[in-house]
Every structure is written in C-alpha cells, then in structure tokens.
C-alpha cells in the first residue's frame, strides 16, 4: 500500500513553465495555467482545486481621448488580523496612451483539504 504524503499547508515550489512561486499542492499553476507533471504530493495524487472564492473585485479604467499618457501600478497588500502587513507586492506596471482601457481582475482563491469549505461560502 502507497501512502500518499501530502505537503504541510502553504508549501511551495517554482512552476517550471513560468517560474512564478506557487503552491506545492498544485496542479495547475494560476499564473500561466499549464498542468504540472508532477501532481500534488509525493505520491503523484490529484493535488487539490480552489475550494471557494471568497472575494473577487473587477474594475476598468478608461483613459480620455484628450491629454498626456496616465502610468499605474497594481499592487497587492496582505493584512493579518492585527493589521500587520505580511505581504506586499507589486504585480504590474504600465502607461495607458488617450484612449486606452485597462481592465483588471483580482481574486482570492482557498484550498481546503478534500474540497471541503470551511463554513465560508462565495461571496459572488
């Protein structure tokens, strides 16, 4: 009988297609989507899918056709419980030309052991 380990919660590895930091468990990378070969654990299992959504925000910003080029920057703040910044990040920067849109989408995914939600449920 093969025991399947699975890797503590929060582990993580580099995707070897894109290179960004994902979760161990995984079995598709979120950021460039292509499936791994390596599934999950050290057993080769299924690995695990988001369990819910608990939040997720959809905006655009439309530049007029009049004036100079608006630069941004997306940026990514994690807050613990207390207030304290734990993670922080900028994800992308840019310029938008007059006339130009932009849209963005950000969203929190949560994996739980088994898929199952633990008594939160989407909030979309």
């Given at each position: 009988?093969?025991?399947?380990?699975?890797?503590?919660?929060?582990?993580?590895?580099?995707?070897?297609?894109?290179?960004?930091?994902?979760?161990q468990s995984?079995?598709?990378?979120?950021?460039?989507?292509?499936?791994?070969?390596?599934?999950?654990?050290?057993?080769?299992?299924?690995?695990?899918?988001?369990?819910?959504?608990?939040?997720?925000?959809?905006?655009?910003?439309?530049?007029?056709?009049?004036?100079?080029?608006?630069?941004?920057?997306?940026?990514?703040?994690?807050?613990?419980?207390?207030?304290?910044?734990?993670?922080?990040?900028?994800?992308?920067?840019?310029?938008m030309q007059?006339?130009?849109?932009?849209?963005?989408?950000?969203?929190?995914?949560?994996?739980?052991?088994?898929?199952?939600?633990?008594?939160?449920?989407?909030?979309?």
């Amino acid at each position: 009988m093969t025991t399947v380990r699975r890797p503590p919660a929060g582990a993580t590895r580099t995707c070897p297609h894109c290179r960004a930091v994902i979760l161990q468990s995984t079995v598709v990378c979120p950021s460039c989507r292509k499936h791994l070969r390596f599934a999950g654990g050290a057993g080769g299992g299924e690995g695990i899918v988001p369990t819910f959504t608990p939040l997720k925000v959809e905006g655009a910003i439309k530049h007029p056709s009049v004036g100079e080029a608006w630069e941004y920057a997306v940026m990514v703040s994690i807050t613990n419980e207390r207030g304290e910044e734990v993670a922080r990040q900028i994800v992308a920067v840019g310029a938008m030309q007059p006339g130009e849109q932009r849209k963005f989408s950000f969203a929190v995914e949560v994996f739980t052991p088994g898929g199952v939600a633990g008594g939160a449920a989407d909030s979309n």
